[in-house]
């Protein structure tokens, strides 16, 4: 590693958006991948530095480039559920399609781990597919019932998602239902969510 990255990587996790321009300037490589294969803006992007994360989307720091797991600066953002970070990488272009190594896309965790602002304005901000399927055989939808704890972040999840046009019909690869898994464990308000649009 040059002692252009060095600086460029310390920047990022100070979240000092003028040691990164400056760092650029003295020739860092943007797209430097450290020894998991992260670039600078997943970095800045796991660790939700939006002041360093700006600075490099300004420069053309790619959202999309994916580490050794498959996490991406813009994949990130559903595991973080960082809201600010998400429109700091939308002007880059992010690619909605993308897939983490579960084969899901952003919407999927940040529906499992109850990020209700985060989806409220991934589903208001983009075209995200609202019934993309992972490997798992799941939706968000499915993944926020299955996964979720039934209170009241998921209760809203499941609202957003519907409202949005999730199939509430759409089984897992198992041929269970979203409503199906809610009744199994007793997720009565939920359940009542998705009996109203059946």
């Given amino acids: 590693m040059s002692p252009a990255d060095r600086a460029l990587r310390a920047a990022v996790l100070s979240d000092d958006a003028g040691a990164v321009r400056a760092a650029l ?20 992007a796991a660790d939700d530095c939006v002041a360093a994360a700006e600075a490099l989307v300004a420069a053309g720091a790619d959202p999309n480039a994916q ?9 990130v953002t559903g595991v973080t ?28 965790p940040a529906s499992e781990r109850g990020h ?13 597919d609202v019934d993309h399927v992972n490997r798992l055989g799941w939706t968000a939808l499915l993944e926020a019932v299955i996964l979720g704890d039934g209170g009241r972040a998921h209760q809203e999840i499941v609202e957003l998602l ?37």
């Fill in 162 to 198: 519907i409202t949005a046009g999730a199939t509430p019909g759409l089984p897992d690869s198992d041929g269970v239902t979203a409503l199906e898994h809610a009744e199994r464990r007793g997720f009565e308000e939920i359940a009542g969510l998705l009996r109203a649009v059946r």
């Fill in 81 to 108: 559920g960082s809201v600010r970070m998400m429109r700091v990488l939308l002007p880059a272009g992010p690619d909605l399609k993308l897939r983490n190594r579960f084969g899901g896309i952003s919407l999927i």
């Fill in 67 to 75: 580490d050794e797991q498959s996490d991406s600066p813009w994949l």
């Fill in 25 to 44: 300037a003295d020739g860092a490589d943007i797209e430097h991948r450290d020894e998991h294969r992260r670039t600078p803006l997943l970095i800045a």
């Fill in 116 to 128: 209700v602002d985060y989806v409220r304005a991934l589903l208001r901000e983009t075209d995200i």
